[in-house]
């Protein structure tokens, strides 16, 4: 078994494995094969991992892909979240479950939408805010699905002590259809959600979301200007992450008219104006999957790039808040199938969680 | 033997290697390999075509299927080559939807190779992946790429400038 999977053998373990750091400094992973979901941890920096738990006990397909991510979130008492999509209920049913025990033993899992029996949900992401709240956002169809209007996006939040605050809220309509959700919180504790929308003259770019208050309504405003027309979903979703001083990076892949390629920005007035954007990476190695990490002054950046036969993850890093950077460097690579790169923090350090077929999964230092 | 006895026997040949070929269980759909692209080129020299890749999964590519139906219904000398992207276990799928969308005639392909990232990169190097995504080969095979849904007006547009 590769690197990272060595309790896997004999289950057909799928590439999009995510993973989150706990509050003791833990990193715990859900790890998706054909029909089921495992949750595991390490203690020593992704060395060694324990026993896989699973979380369903009934098998169902698992649906999820590189674009189509399985969810895990810890919240500050240790209480272990996660969603997944699988061929449920409807084609696209997403599942939560929560372990109380510190990842001992999950619930049994529950779908997500409350209209799960009659509409796909689907793109769920999972995200605990600064007063260990957890929020879900994902695309549900209850009331209907045109790809060339755009999805509905549908909210549920619960308090750090598991009760619920919000359930089934429908936040915003438009969304390109199959786009994934990026979502961070902003200094006053609220979400703030990025991800492609379909604008006049189908252009699909992308918007920010936040609430205005604590109650349900949302506003949007548009965060790229690329003028990309296209009648599709190019399923190729942005990063965000907001800084400690407020600053929103984002991070996101194009082909329009304007601009083409993967690109970097940032926003001191919430999303309002954002400074020019950077294009990142070669673009004759296909740039592409971003993620962004901002920690005091320290900003990270990392993408994928190919070059025919290898996949390279490459890193940037900025010292001073996003207005001047590093050159790019190759960080890891692959000569197999790989997932996307995601940037993860223990409240210290900044690491790099990436796995790939032929070498497994690594946690990777990035200093 | 006599002369068209000998054509006869030499066509029923010729039939039977053809389908003796290893071809999946389902009739219509070829499994795309690494030269697969190279095979379709060769067998179209001269000729202009358009090449199509789409998935099930992929709503646009769905929307997509009847426009392409009605457009082949307009053109009948139109060359369309679709190529799925979806693991070769589902060429019954694939069958099944191109049939269900009067497209059972088409000349139908799908993935089946491991690494489906390297399959891509060789039909075209700065092809990120999105669905559906044309080419718009001219008789030279010089090629246009279009990503999205095309539309009949698009193929008319074409037709009109090409004349296949």
Same mark, same amino acid.
């Given at each position: 078994?590769? +690197? ?109 939408? /409350? ?21 879900? !956002? ?66 699909? /770019? ?46 996101? !892949? ?19 104006? !954002? ?30 790039? !190919?070059?025919?036969?290898? +996949? ?45 077929? +032929? ?9 | 033997?006599?002369?068209?006895? $000998? ?21 219509? %759909? ?32 769905? $929307? ?12 009948? $000398? ?6 799925? %992207? ?64 095309? %539309? %009949? ?9 090409? $004349?296949?």
């Amino acid at each position: 078994m590769p +690197n990272g999977f060595e309790r896997y053998a004999g289950m057909d373990v799928k590439l999009p494995v995510s993973a989150a750091f706990g509050p003791d400094r833990r990193l715990w992973r859900i790890v998706p094969t054909t029909d089921h979901v495992y949750v595991d941890f390490s203690s020593d920096y992704g060395k060694t991992f324990s026993p896989p738990v699973p979380v369903n006990v009934e098998r169902v397909p698992i649906r999820t892909q590189s674009e189509y991510r399985p969810q895990i979130a810890v919240d500050p008492a240790g209480r272990v979240y996660v969603a997944y999509p699988a061929f449920g209920l409807q084609p696209w049913t997403t599942y939560l479950s929560v372990s109380e025990n510190r990842g001992q033993h999950f619930s049994m899992p529950e779908p997500l939408s /409350d209209k799960a029996r009659t509409a796909n949900s689907f793109q769920a992401v999972l995200a605990i805010g600064p007063k260990g709240d957890l929020h879900a !956002f994902w695309h549900d169809e209850r009331e209907g699905a045109d790809e060339a209007r755009g999805n509905d996006i549908f909210h549920t939040a619960l308090d750090a002590k598991g009760k619920t605050l919000q359930s089934n809220q429908k936040i915003v309509d438009g969304v390109c259809s199959c786009c994934r959700l990026a979502v961070d919180f902003d200094t006053d504790g609220r979400p703030v959600l990025i991800t492609r929308f379909i604008y006049p003259g189908n252009v699909r /770019d992308h918007g920010l979301l936040k609430p205005q208050d604590d109650r349900a309504e949302w506003t949007a405003v548009r965060a790229t200007d690329d003028d990309w027309k296209i009648e599709a979903c190019p399923v190729h979703g942005p990063a965000l992450s907001v800084g400690r001083d407020g600053r929103y990076h984002i991070a996101w !892949f194009t082909q329009g008219n304007k601009r083409q390629g993967l690109f970097y920005a940032h926003s001191d007035d919430q999303g309002r104006r !954002f400074s020019e954007p950077v294009a990142l990476g070669d673009s004759k190695q296909l740039p592409g999957h971003p993620d962004v990490l901002a920690m005091g002054e320290r900003v990270v950046l990392a993408w994928n790039e !190919f070059d025919g036969r290898k +996949n390279r993850v490459m890193v940037k890093q900025s010292g001073d808040g996003g207005n001047t950077w590093s050159e790019a460097i190759a960080t890891a690579e692959s000569d197999s199938d790989a997932d996307f790169p995601f940037l993860l923090t223990d409240g210290q350090a900044i690491f790099l969680s990436w796995n790939s077929q +032929n070498k497994g999964y690594r946690l990777i230092r990035i200093d | 033997m006599p002369t068209d006895m $000998k054509k006869l026997c030499a066509l029923f040949c010729l039939f039977l290697t053809l389908f003796s070929a290893p071809l999946f269980a389902e009739d219509q %759909t070829q499994p795309f390999r690494a030269g697969s692209l190279n095979e379709i080129l060769k067998a179209r020299q001269g000729k202009p075509f358009i090449l199509m890749f789409w998935s099930l999964d992929c709503a646009s590519c769905m $929307k997509d299927l009847d426009a392409l139906a009605a457009s082949m219904k307009k053109h009948p $000398k139109l060359d369309l080559v679709m190529v799925s %992207t979806d693991d070769a276990e589902f060429a019954g799928e694939v069958n099944d939807m191109l049939a269900k969308h009067q497209l059972k005639q088409i000349e139908s392909w799908i993935f089946s190779e491991s690494n489906a990232q390297r399959l891509r990169y060789e039909v075209d190097p700065s092809w990120y992946g999105e669905l559906p995504r044309s080419y718009f080969y001219d008789a030279g095979h010089n090629r246009l790429p279009v990503s999205g849904a095309i %539309t %009949t007006e698009h193929i008319d547009a074409w037709v009109a400038a090409v $004349k296949p």
